[in-house]
């Protein structure tokens, strides 16, 4: 049995200072079942001369503009062709060997309909985000539940996470009235279905930086989760019953945390080594490998 086809697609806008590395993060995956779509909002700041360097490598690329950074990645979904879907935002970076990874995944769990692994916090120049404790800021995922993610939100980040075709099709696809939460609805949606896959292994590096989207509309995420909160039943119940979930999944999240800290710092996980992602972020914008 082959590698299940993976699409990806880059929904970009003004990102040129982080877009190659995107772009290349995916080209250089050496996934021998992959097709990438980028779909450009209308950029005007080098973007499109960015991704013109790349178009023979691309499935399909656009730029114009589009209803909203859900919209524009439906579309491209619409597009594909993949049986495996997932979406790289244009300042993200796949880790090398990630689709290879999530191909054998889908391959040897037939059943699972989404999948979530992990993920390494970088800054704008992409080096390692750490805590007061000196360890890289990162998470390994998690199997996901529905009321864990009602009550306590998502515990992995999104250019980690996987699914099938189908059954985001036959879920209705995203909400594209939601600006920035239109993921999180998907991954309840999801996860009122079936819990979702788990991934032990480093599949992204999520950026931080002052022009992120979370940094700039933070206060539309919070409007759109209680939005979320109220469609889905988060407020349901009594105060008790509420304060009980959320309790109960904070000291879970917390101690998996901890427990994977204390396996990095005794040496029972290993960071992936980033000498040539990082040498990668970091790229001007270059000549085309």
Known sequence: MEYPKISIVTPSYN????????????????????????????????????????????????SH???????????GFEISSGNI??????????????????????????????????????????QRLYNRFHLPICNLGARISFKQLLFFGCTF?????????????ALGGFDKTLQFCFDYDLYLRLSQRRKSGRIKQFLACFRIH??????????????EKEILWQKYGRHSGNLLYQRAFT???SKKYYMALRMMQLKFVLGLHKYPLYEDIFQLTRLKHSQRD
């Open 210 to 223: 002052p022009m992120a989207k979370s940094s700039t509309i933070h206060n539309i995420c919070d409007i």
């Open 15 to 62: 990102q040129a200072p982080y877009l190659e590395a995107t772009l290349k993060s995916v080209l250089t995956q050496k996934y021998p079942n992959l097709e990438y779509i980028v779909m450009d909002g209308g950029s005007t700041d080098g973007s499109v001369e960015i991704i013109k360097r790349y178009a023979d490598r691309l499935a399909h690329w656009e």
């Open 157 to 169: 980040n999104q250019p980690a996470s996987f699914w099938r075709r189908d059954t985001f099709f």
């Open 65 to 75: 503009p589009d209803k909203g950074q859900a919209d524009a990645i439906y579309r």
């Open 247 to 249: 309790f109960m999944y």
């Open 85 to 126: 879907f997932g979406f790289l935002n244009s300042d993200d970076i796949l880790l090398p060997g990630s689709l290879s990874i999530v191909g054998q995944y889908f391959k040897d769990h037939p059943i699972e309909e989404w999948v979530v692994g992990g993920t390494i916090y970088i800054d704008k120049n992409g």
